[in-house]
Nanobody, 124 residues
Framework: VQLVESGGGSVQAGGSLRLSCVAS????????MGWFRQAPGKEREGVAV???????GYADSVKGRFTISRDNAKNTVSLQMNDLQPEDTAMYSC????????????????????WGQGTQVTVS
């Protein structure tokens, strides 16, 4: 499984960015896929994940601002991030796992074993 992210960048507070993750060797009906982030000096945090049954988990800190979506034909998961704030600054990584994750634990990184290299998001 390979995951390749794109779409990071720098924006001012209140702005928007859209991240995309293309998966190879993986199809949406095999498991869960989503976004995690890590800021300097902080632990990795789950942001948003979607599973094979279209169930979605969000971190409380992004609910109402971020939206995860999936394009099954393109094997791509995207993260639309609106109203970005400086505290959203982090390295954002795409992750996936084959198999099911308990829905209440979708954004717990310990379940995921395939990771992309990440894309930086900076909000000033």
């Amino acid at each position: 499984v390979q995951l390749v992210e794109s779409g990071g960048g720098s924006v001012q507070a209140g702005g928007s960015l859209r991240l995309s993750c293309v998966a190879s060797g993986y199809t949406y009906d095999k498991g869960c896929m989503g976004w995690f982030r890590q800021a300097p000096g902080k632990e990795r945090e789950g942001v948003a994940v979607i599973d094979a049954l279209d169930r979605i988990g969000y971190a409380d800190s992004v609910k109402g601002r971020f939206t995860i979506s999936r394009d099954n034909a393109k094997n791509t998961v995207s993260l639309q991030m609106n109203d970005l704030q400086p505290e959203d600054t982090a390295m954002y990584s795409c992750a996936a796992v084959l198999g099911q994750v308990p829905v209440r634990r979708l954004v717990q990184s310990a379940f995921y074993n395939y990771w992309g290299q990440g894309t930086q998001v900076t909000v000033s």
